[in-house]
């Protein structure tokens, strides 16, 4: 069994920066991915972020150049750093862990950008 825990997230204006983390612990392979995907209200839950064990990234359009992935291997913990924050990046950002096939899923951390 793998299990997440998120912590981050919070209220901050436009223009701010938050940092979300991510823990996994349990039966942990050395190969898979680590992710940040976002649900903002009336929407459909998008991709933000991944990462791979191997460190390469991949990032929603919309967040390039503002929010930055990374892991620490030794800790199973993936970081969203996020930048430049806008109102439109409103939403629960939920934590991503996917091994041989099978996602799971942290409970969500809300985000809110807002003055």
């Not at 992935?69 to 993936?78: F, G, L, P």
């Amino acid at each position: 069994q793998v299990q997440l825990v998120e912590s981050g997230g919070g209220l901050v204006q436009p223009g701010g920066s938050l940092r979300l983390s991510c823990t996994v612990s349990g039966n942990i392979f050395s190969i898979n991915t680590m992710g940040w995907y976002r649900q903002a209200p009336g929407k459909e839950r998008e991709l933000a972020a991944v990462i791979s064990s191997g460190g390469s990234t991949n990032y929603l359009d919309s967040v390039k150049g503002r929010f930055t992935i990374s892991r620490d291997n030794a800790k199973n913990t993936v970081y969203l750093q996020m930048n430049s924050l806008k109102p439109e990046d409103t939403a629960v950002y939920y934590c991503n862990f996917r091994q041989t096939g099978v996602g799971y899923w942290g409970h969500g951390t809300q985000v809110t950008v807002s003055s």
